[in-house]
């Protein structure tokens, strides 16, 4: 076993007996979470260990360094989330590899994204991002709808073809009211989960929690956690 992928076993290993840990704590079977791997600023080489590893879920924030990871990666089997802010110039190059796109937040994006897959002929999985510090009607910081437009964003996606609704996303916010209350924060998007899911029984993903929250995350009922450093280590850079 080379040092890195020893490396990346034992984080892996830490970071399960996490996720089951707080499965157990919170009384859900550890099947209920899945573990997706945010494998942003590091090499297509992590990614192909990882996969090696047994993980089968990737994410990536930026298009120009996921759109050549993934080519290289395209043999193994791997679904690609895409969790960043995105461009509509950017859409066709994301729908040619991510299974997911996670961070839909506006009806442009939705009315691009749903032309490109259909041009490719695929199937995207959408997450409404949800932003728990935007003001009303707006969206947060770092990408999102406000908790307002919520229901008509899943609606829209719902109704576009080559697009399927499968649930809500969202980062804890650093500021506002759930600044520091990561576990509200979550119950929040579980409770717009419930209100979504009334029109749309089939979209019961739930992508709450990164390193630092993932407990908080699961005991909210997440179904999925995205979790980068304390897999692959501390990012250099602000990403
Ligand atoms: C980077 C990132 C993560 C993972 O964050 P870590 O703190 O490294 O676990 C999760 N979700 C999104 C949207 C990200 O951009």
């Not at 994204?113 to 969206?139: I, N």
């Not at 576990?183 to 630092?212: C, I, K, W, Y």
Request: hydrophobic share 45%; aromatic share 2%; glycine share 10%.
């Amino acid at each position: 076993m080379t040092e890195r992928k020893a490396q990346l076993a034992a984080n892996l290993a830490k970071v399960e007996e996490r996720i089951a840990a707080a499965c157990k704590a919170a009384g859900r079977e550890r099947e209920e979470v899945t573990l997706i791997v945010v494998t942003k600023t590091y090499p297509a080489s992590d990614v192909r260990i990882l996969s090696g590893l047994g993980v089968r879920h990737v994410a990536e924030n930026r298009d120009q360094d996921a759109a050549p990871k993934a080519a290289e990666c395209s043999d193994l089997p791997l679904s690609w989330h895409f969790v960043g802010q995105l461009q509509t110039n950017k859409v066709r190059s994301v729908v040619d590899y991510a299974d997911f796109v996670q961070s839909v937040d506006r009806s442009r994006l939705v009315a691009a994204l749903s032309k490109e897959a259909v041009r490719a002929g695929r199937e995207v999985g959408c997450l409404v991002q949800v932003a728990l510090d935007a003001q009303e009607g707006g969206r947060g910081d770092r990408g999102g709808v406000g908790v307002g437009g919520v229901e008509e964003l899943a609606d829209l996606v719902a109704e576009s073809p080559g697009l399927r609704l499968d649930g809500l996303m969202t980062v804890a916010p650093l500021a506002g009211e759930y600044a520091g209350r990561q576990q509200d924060a979550f119950e929040r998007l579980m409770d717009l989960s419930t209100v979504v899911r009334r029109a749309h029984p089939a979209a019961n993903m739930v992508s709450a929690g990164m390193s630092s929250d993932l407990e908080q995350a699961v005991a909210a009922g997440a179904t999925h956690v995205r979790v980068g450093t304390a897999v692959l280590g501390v990012r250099t850079g602000l990403r």
